[in-house]
């Protein structure tokens, strides 16, 4: 729940910034519209190679994703939560992420 709150609050920030032609989890996108431009490049180009880095994600350096994602988010609250997300899912991939955060003013638990 804490993830999807998170997204509805920098997806706009920062789909803007995406290549157009990446399909997976985006907006008026996914897997049919991806499927209809492969089929395009197909009508264009005769050869095709499909490249995929196996565990690409935990081998970057996520300080540095950090400093680049604070390049286009100031609010402290919001990267400290995207770093909670970040380093426990990359800890323990399959388990879910417990949180005890309170604003002031805004309750919580």
Do not use: N, Q, W
Not at 31 to 36: E, L, P, S
Not at 60 to 73: K, S, Y
């Amino acid at each position: 729940m804490v993830h999807h709150a998170l997204v509805r609050v920098i997806e706009p920030l920062f789909e803007p910034r995406f290549i157009e032609d990446s399909y997976a989890c985006r907006p008026g996108k996914g897997t049919h519209a991806g499927m209809r431009r492969a089929a395009e490049f197909a009508r264009k180009f005769p050869c095709a190679m499909k490249c995929d880095i196996r565990r690409y994600f935990p081998s970057i350096d996520h300080e540095i994703l950090l400093d680049r994602i604070a390049c286009v988010i100031a609010d402290p609250g919001v990267l400290g939560l995207v770093r909670t997300i970040l380093f426990r899912a990359r800890s323990s991939p399959a388990t879910g992420i417990a949180f005890r955060y309170k604003e002031p003013g805004l309750g919580g638990s």
